[in-house]
């Protein structure tokens, strides 16, 4: 059985590391969520690294969070539920504090934790066709684990009309709101990546790694404890509640939700 992601490094120092679900549109659930983070850490340590890239096979980028895993979750015990939730804010800290640069190639489907990833990433190329969304209230949920990195990226205008809308977007509206940096035909996607590529490995590595930290010291993103509890803790609750169920049962049967009335 192939891996759900896999990570490569070659002699020039370029890690990639490939989202390998195509079935499910690269979704994630708590395995592959554990196995990113390994193959993240291996990535970091590894002396050779001087860039991580990050691709996927099949038509998407990814789907998110695994709604199939989302919905199991609903039914664990509220300590379990909270345990879990925390594993994704571990993967956007572990991404977003990686210390060489970091590249996102993205096409297709970029949406929920998709969005949270390429939010992590310090360049993302797109392909024209991709979109984008925070969809999760359309699923009951909401962008809760991946917020403070899309916000930074997106800016708080943005982000105050998308998680609220769910709505779809277009990969040169995502490029005008600053969340992608690039965007170029589908057919030249991976040119585009491999230009990029060669201009970041021409570059002094430890001066990128350097540059890197100055933006984050200058610009700091304070995820603090209290702030991943916080949204491993709204997560948590949303997938659990009559609202989450309904929201998942509907994707998952392939049907539309049914909203209970109400303002709260
Ligand atoms: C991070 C946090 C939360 C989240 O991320 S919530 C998830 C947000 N993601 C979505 O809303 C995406 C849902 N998927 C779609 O809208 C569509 O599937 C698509 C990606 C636009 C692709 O559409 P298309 O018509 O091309 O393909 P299918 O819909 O037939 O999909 C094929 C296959 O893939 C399954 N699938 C798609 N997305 C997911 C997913 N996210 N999880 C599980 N499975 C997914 C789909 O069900 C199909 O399966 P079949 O068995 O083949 O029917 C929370 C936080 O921030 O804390």
Known sequence: MSSAAHLDIDSRGLATLTLNRPDVHN??????IALLIDLITQARDDPRT????????????????????????????REDNLRDARKLALLMETLNGFPAPTLA??????????????????????SEAAFFALSEVKLGLAPA??????IAKMGVSQARRFFVSGERFSAVRAAAIGLVHEVVLASELDGKV???IDTLLANGPQAMR?????????????VTPALSEYTAGVIADL?????????????????TPSWVAGNR
């Open 145 to 150: 684990a991946i917020s403070p990195y899309v």
């Open 27 to 32: 979704a994630f659930d708590d395995q592959l």
């Open 239 to 255: 997938r659990a509640s009559d609202e989450g169920r309904e929201g998942l049962r509907a994707f998952l049967e392939k049907g």
């Open 194 to 196: 491999l230009q990029l």
């Open 105 to 126: 190639k993205v096409q297709g489907a970029v949406m929920g934790g998709g969005v949270g990833l390429v939010s992590c990433c310090d360049i993302v190329v797109a």
């Open 50 to 77: 001087r860039l991580l890239l990050l691709s996927s096979t099949g038509k998407s980028f990814s789907a998110g969070a695994d709604l199939a895993w989302m919905r199991r979750m609903a039914d664990a015990s």
């Open 210 to 222: 350097a540059a890197k930290q100055l933006v984050q010291v200058a610009n700091p993103l304070e």
